[in-house]
């Protein structure tokens, strides 16, 4: 089984739209995978939402056995912890949840596997005013 963590901005699971921020996000909607088929689905509200230290929500997600974490904006340091704890970052990613999960499933959307330092850079691609050396 897969388990597949997306940033999100509503409660509505599969329907739900992807989160720019992932740390800031008011939910996060975990989905499990087997044998390529949607088994089961959950959504979290993020219990650091209003305010985290660096690599907390990573720890949180973590914790709740995702592999991968789906989100259109992620610094450099929360992807260097995610990284540490085995869980791929998905980044600049938008939409509707349940039409991601194909793309994923299929390997058409890359992973993370070293920070990308341009999300510090480039307002808009990475989330939040594209700034994001306080979050992690």
């Known amino acids: 089984m897969i388990r597949i963590a997306f940033a999100s901005d509503t409660q509505d ?22 044998d390529g ?14 305010e985290h230290s660096p690599g907390q929500i990573p720890k949180f997600i973590a914790e709740q056995g995702a592999h991968i974490i789906v989100a259109g904006g992620m610094g450099p340091r929360a992807q260097e ?9 998905f980044v600049r990613v938008s939409g509707r949840i349940k039409d991601v999960i194909p793309l994923i499933l299929k390997g058409e959307l890359e992973s993370i596997t070293t920070p ?10 990475c989330g939040e005013n594209g700034s994001h050396s306080h979050h992690g």
């Open 13 to 34: 699971g599969l329907d739900g739209i992807i989160a720019q921020h992932f740390g800031r996000c008011p939910f996060y909607t975990f989905v499990d995978i087997e």
């Open 37 to 50: 088929e949607i088994k089961d689905w959950l959504v979290v509200p993020n219990p650091a939402a209003e």
């Open 116 to 125: 990308d330092r341009e999300c510090d850079k480039k307002e808009g691609n």
């Open 81 to 89: 912890w995610f990284l540490e704890l085995g869980v791929k970052p």
